[in-house]
């Protein structure tokens, strides 16, 4: 059975790795399965990078989107020049009709962005994460109304196709009636795994500001995306006294470095910089970190801070911290609780809406922190297991291994 991965966006928040992780483990279980994963410019060598990581032999197959001003938005560094083709030319990516005919099973593992094949769509399988930018248009105005509305149009017609639409979490499933009004009567809903299967031995010679990683220092691993909520915990962290650095990784954060600036980057950095921190000290931002340094970082951290404010199945970061004994504070929101209620696990709970609370839960733990984290380590016998053999089981019954 040949299965093509299609994904022209590789999102490195997740997605990326998410579809590698289920290949691998498929590919484990199921050894007479054949893949390839199908992309395009910067996003083919994202997924490149990622095979060559994971030392899977899968291969990486470039298939250019079907039109010129799809492959403009598939592959353009400017943000302003994808939403001005898009506004005019349409948005979404097309995979080409011969890749998706020629092949058993057609993956999209992130729907987002990506057209809905007209071509032997009974090959077709789909992931769906979340819905968050029509949750927050206000965080995400900088998108055209027409950007929103093709993407909505797209949603709509994946989760209408009769495709087997596959999602993380109940609360997306609510989310998608609340904001799209699309009911999904019998949803296909697999949990995601906080398990990494890379790690150990391969780590990386050195980490940016290694010898700050010696000392306590509160992590939060995203990208600069305007729900991951940055500009909230810098004013909580900031009330709470900045008694410990705060660590930022995640793909975009280094900008914070930079003095001439732009955008969200530039009203973060300005907020930082108000607030008293001082960069490369008090605040630390990485940027993006391999597989394998992320998980030095985390297990050297005096705690994990989550304030997004939506995730689609959870958070990744949330499941790696408890699985090593970090302590934990989150935001109190629909899908994090759905996330906790079913791996377990305590945590500290926060509105991410308030930077007192934000403060105040951070001084909670930094008053009591030899025993929170005794119990953070503890609990680990007692969280419910999830690995990515599981996820691929799950998937192989719907694609019908």
Same mark, same amino acid.
């Given at each position: 059975?040949?299965?093509?991965?299609?994904?022209?966006?590789?999102?490195?928040?997740?997605?990326?790795?998410?579809?590698?992780?289920?290949?691998?483990?498929?590919?484990?279980?199921?050894?007479?399965? @054949?893949?390839?994963?199908?992309?395009?410019?910067?996003?083919?060598?994202?997924?490149?990078?990622?095979?060559?990581?994971?030392?899977?032999?899968?291969?990486?197959?470039?298939?250019?989107?079907?039109?010129?001003?799809?492959?403009?938005?598939?592959?353009?560094?400017?943000?302003?020049?994808?939403? $001005?083709?898009?506004?005019?030319?349409?948005?979404?990516?097309?995979?080409?009709?011969?890749?998706?005919?020629?092949?058993?099973?057609?993956?999209?593992?992130?729907?987002?962005?990506?057209?809905?094949?007209?071509?032997?769509?009974?090959?077709?399988?789909?992931? /769906?994460?979340?819905?968050?930018?029509?949750?927050?248009?206000?965080?995400?105005?900088?998108?055209?109304?027409?950007?929103?509305?093709?993407?909505?149009?797209?949603?709509?017609?994946?989760?209408?196709?009769?495709?087997?639409?596959?999602?993380?979490?109940?609360?997306?499933?609510? $989310?998608?009636?609340?904001?799209?009004?699309?009911?999904?009567?019998?949803?296909?809903?697999?949990?995601?795994?906080?398990?990494?299967?890379?790690?150990?031995?391969?780590?990386?010679?050195?980490?940016? /500001?290694?010898?700050?990683?010696?000392?306590?220092?509160?992590?939060?691993?995203?990208?600069?995306?305007?729900?991951?909520?940055?500009?909230?915990? /810098?004013?909580?962290?900031?009330?709470?006294? @900045?008694?410990?650095?705060?660590?930022?990784?995640?793909?975009?954060?280094?900008?914070?470095?930079?003095?001439?600036?732009?955008?969200?980057?530039? @009203?973060?950095?300005?907020?930082?910089?108000?607030?008293?921190?001082?960069?490369?000290?008090? *605040?630390?931002?990485?940027?993006?970190?391999?597989?394998?340094?992320?998980?030095?970082?985390?297990?050297?951290?005096?705690?994990?801070?989550?304030?997004? *404010?939506?995730?689609?199945?959870?958070?990744?970061?949330?499941?790696?911290?408890?699985?090593?004994?970090?302590?934990?504070?989150?935001?109190?929101?629909?899908?994090?609780?759905?996330?906790?209620?079913?791996?377990?696990?305590?945590?500290?709970?926060?509105?991410?809406?308030?930077?007192?609370?934000?403060?105040? @839960?951070?001084?909670?733990?930094?008053?009591?922190?030899?025993?929170?984290?005794?119990?953070?380590?503890?609990?680990?016998?007692?969280?419910?297991?999830?690995?990515?053999?599981?996820?691929?089981?799950?998937?192989?019954?719907?694609?019908?291994?």
């Amino acid at each position: 059975m040949r299965i093509r991965v299609f994904d022209y966006r590789a999102n490195l928040g997740g997605g990326a790795r998410f579809a590698v992780e289920l290949c691998a483990s498929l590919k484990e279980l199921y050894p007479f399965l @054949k893949f390839e994963i199908v992309s395009f410019g910067k996003a083919l060598a994202r997924y490149a990078s990622l095979v060559e990581q994971y030392n899977l032999q899968i291969p990486v197959v470039a298939a250019p989107p079907t039109s010129i001003c799809q492959r403009i938005i598939a592959d353009s560094d400017s943000e302003g020049v994808r939403y $001005a083709i898009g506004s005019l030319r349409g948005w979404g990516i097309e995979a080409p009709h011969e890749v998706v005919e020629d092949c058993d099973v057609a993956w999209f593992p992130w729907v987002h962005g990506h057209l809905l094949p007209q071509r032997a769509p009974e090959k077709v399988i789909a992931s /769906f994460h979340d819905v968050i930018p029509f949750q927050f248009p206000e965080i995400f105005s900088r998108i055209p109304t027409r950007v929103f509305v093709c993407e909505g149009r797209n949603v709509v017609d994946w989760m209408e196709s009769g495709a087997p639409v596959i999602l993380t979490s109940h609360a997306t499933v609510d $989310a998608l009636q609340d904001v799209l009004g699309v009911k999904c009567k019998n949803p296909n809903i697999i949990r995601l795994s906080g398990d990494h299967r890379v790690l150990g031995p391969e780590l990386s010679a050195t980490v940016p /500001f290694e010898s700050k990683l010696k000392d306590p220092f509160l992590l939060y691993p995203a990208n600069l995306t305007g729900h991951k909520n940055h500009e909230m915990l /810098f004013r909580g962290v900031s009330l709470w006294g @900045k008694k410990v650095p705060l660590l930022l990784t995640g793909e975009g954060t280094q900008a914070l470095f930079k003095k001439f600036s732009w955008g969200r980057v530039r @009203k973060l950095r300005s907020l930082a910089l108000t607030l008293g921190f001082s960069l490369g000290d008090s *605040l630390i931002p990485l940027g993006y970190v391999s597989t394998s340094n992320y998980e030095r970082v985390l297990r050297s951290s005096w705690a994990l801070i989550v304030p997004t *404010l939506a995730e689609g199945g959870g958070s990744f970061p949330i499941l790696e911290a408890l699985r090593v004994g970090v302590p934990v504070l989150c935001s109190d929101i629909p899908v994090v609780r759905e996330q906790i209620d079913f791996f377990g696990g305590d945590v500290i709970w926060f509105d991410p809406y308030s930077a007192n609370d934000i403060g105040e @839960k951070l001084d909670i733990l930094f008053s009591d922190y030899e025993r929170y984290r005794r119990r953070s380590e503890e609990q680990i016998p007692n969280l419910t297991r999830r690995s990515w053999l599981d996820v691929a089981r799950d998937y192989a019954r719907i694609i019908g291994i």
